[in-house]
């Protein structure tokens, strides 16, 4: 099986594949911007657990009042990180917004009851290919999942690709 050309995909195909790679590279910028902060703030001593809600109120704490380990500058300068990281998770949340706004979103969501298959992956599923018809059963389909979907996320860098 062949991969299906861009232009057999419908319209609305394309737009719930773009939100899905705008959706990748938000994440990708968050997690790439939350490390470099928390890299940052271990320099002076700081060191802040993993999870995004523990940074965030980390770095409030650090840049609304004076604080001791951190000079003025430093403050400055972590309270334009924190903007920055506010501004992606601003766009993460307008991509929920947009891609609850599709209409093969609302479809699939009445058919994700399957375990392991939430909404996200369903309507990624549903970007990629053009027409489910094009495959005579399941086996084929898994076929051209890990022919071309699991290739594709090898070259753009993804560490869990099987």
């Not at 099986?1 to 899905?20: C, F, G, N, S, Y």
């Not at 802040?48 to 704490?61: A, C, D, I, T, Y």
């Not at 650090?62 to 766009?91: C, D, K, N, W």
Request: charged fraction near 20%.
């Amino acid at each position: 099986m062949t991969a299906l050309p861009e232009e057999e995909k419908a319209v609305r195909q394309q737009d719930m594949q773009m939100l899905h790679r705008i959706r990748s590279r938000l994440i990708g910028n968050r997690t790439q911007l939350g490390n470099q902060i928390r890299g940052l703030l271990a320099e002076y001593g700081i060191i802040v657990p993993l999870h995004l809600h523990q940074l965030r109120g980390k770095l409030v704490e650090l840049t609304s009042e004076p604080h001791l380990q951190l000079t003025s500058v430093a403050q400055e300068l972590f309270r334009s990180l924190f903007i920055q990281l506010y501004s992606i998770m601003s766009g993460l949340l307008r991509w929920n917004s947009a891609s609850s706004r599709l209409p093969e979103r609302r479809s699939l969501s009445k058919d994700c009851t399957g375990e392991g298959v939430g909404l996200v992956t369903a309507t990624a599923v549903a970007a990629a290919i053009a027409d489910g018809k094009a495959f005579r059963n399941g086996p084929q389909l898994a076929a051209y999942h890990e022919q071309f979907l699991i290739r594709e996320m090898k070259f753009a860098g993804h560490k869990s690709y099987r």
